[in-house]
């Protein structure tokens, strides 16, 4: 549907172009899905002033830094009647790029990435963007062109940003992306895309035991996150803890050194359970806690306890065994 819009827009464009031709017109034949320009395909018609057609056309920066506009151009266009001075200087100024070529932009994985054009001068031109990993074409325009639907471009028309909006960026979206003006010839710039994957860590191993009593200290980080973020949660099996301080659990976080700490300073055996981390924006970690009391075997009373919290198990159900034949070796 869109593509068609977009082609019944080119086309009115072309109309509204009366003379020879707009001046950024180069794919104004409506054809569809057509990369622009990736393949060198030859320009169509030589440069020629545009007449009329403001209404579709955003407003202009005409301030002196832009580049100056070839003399013959100025003079055809003159011959070619009665354009005045604003409109002259719309039509002719050339566009270009703001944003700098070969940047890097950073992404986060599960986040929404935008990767901003600026353009100046557009004109009639149109806006592209295109994965140069597969050629695809993405938007033109406004429009959305591949059936990814997690692109999109957004403009805005005072600072002439054409940015690119991924949503849900996952680590196969890393790479080249092209910001094409549809001029003669068109013109790109390329900006690379760099995904990271933000992952939570809790500290240690995922599973822990402690004595029933003792404290329960966890640490939390995000991993490779360029983004700060905006919370971290904890939860103890489904239930968000961070403000259980009446049930004796501190949460204490600190967003811009992406760092949060859970504390409990007696834990009991309804402490026990499924414990995760669960930034904002990164993926979640999570750490199983066992609390041990006297159901335990023998063992686990005598001194060896506390040590044990260290210990990362299931190794655990192999050396309690043994200890306690151990033990009983010792008594007799
Ligand atoms: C026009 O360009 C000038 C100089 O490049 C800049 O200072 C000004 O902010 C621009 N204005 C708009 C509306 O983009
Ligand atoms: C444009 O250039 C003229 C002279 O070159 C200068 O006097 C004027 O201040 C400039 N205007 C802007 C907006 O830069
Ligand atoms: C402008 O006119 C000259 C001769 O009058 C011609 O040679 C030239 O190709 C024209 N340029 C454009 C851009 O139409
Ligand atoms: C950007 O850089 C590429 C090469 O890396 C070059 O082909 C292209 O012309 C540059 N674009 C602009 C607008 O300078
Ligand atoms: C929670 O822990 C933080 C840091 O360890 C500490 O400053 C704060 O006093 C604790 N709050 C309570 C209510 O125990
Ligand atoms: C702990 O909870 C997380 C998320 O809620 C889940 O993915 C994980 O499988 C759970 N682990 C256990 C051992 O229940």
């Known amino acids: 549907m869109r593509p068609f819009v977009v082609g019944v827009g080119l086309a009115l464009l072309l109309t509204i172009g009366t ?13 569809k899905n057509s990369v622009p320009e990736t393949g060198g395909k030859p320009a169509e018609k030589p440069l020629a ?13 005409t301030s002196n830094s832009t ?19 604003t409109q002259l200087q719309r039509t002719l100024l050339k566009p270009k790029f703001l944003t700098e070529n070969s940047s890097t932009v950073v992404a986060q994985t599960g986040a929404a990435s935008r990767i901003s054009c600026l353009v100046a001068n557009l004109g009639d031109c149109v806006v592209s963007w295109i994965r140069r990993r597969d050629y695809r074409l993405l938007t033109v325009g406004l429009s959305t062109y591949t059936e990814d639907l997690r692109f999109q471009s957004l403009h805005h ?3 002439g940003d054409w940015t690119l909006q991924i949503k849900y960026v996952q680590l196969r979206d890393a790479g080249l992306y092209e910001c094409q003006i549809s001029s003669h010839p068109p013109k790109s710039i390329f900006i690379n895309l760099k995904v990271v994957e933000a992952q939570a ?6 599973e822990k035991y402690l004595m029933l009593n003792s404290p329960l200290h966890l640490e939390c980080v995000v991993q490779q996150s360029p983004v700060d973020p905006v919370y971290i949660f904890w939860y103890h099996d489904s239930r968000m803890i961070n403000y259980d301080i009446d049930r004796g659990v501190n949460v204490t976080s600190d967003l811009p050194n992406k760092h949060s700490a ?23 970690a999570n750490t ?36 306690v034949m151990f033990v009983n070796f010792n008594t007799n």
């Open 19 to 31: 003379f020879r031709g707009a001046i950024c017109l180069q794919n104004g034949n409506g054809k």
């Open 49 to 61: 002033p545009v007449r009329g057609g403001s209404t579709v056309l955003p407003p202009r920066n």
């Open 67 to 85: 580049t100056a506009v070839a003399t013959t151009e100025v003079s055809n266009a003159t011959q070619s009647s009665a354009l005045d001075d």
């Open 157 to 159: 028309v005072q600072t």
């Open 201 to 206: 860590e809790i500290a240690g191993a995922s």
């Open 262 to 284: 859970l504390y409990i300073e007696r834990a009991s055996r309804a402490h026990s359970g499924n414990y995760t981390c669960a930034p904002s924006n990164a993926f979640p």
């Open 288 to 323: 199983v806690i066992h609390i041990l009391n006297g159901e335990n075997p023998a063992a686990m009373q005598h001194g060896h306890g506390r040590s044990l919290n260290m210990l990362s198990c299931p190794s655990i159900w192999i050396l309690i065994p043994s200890l």
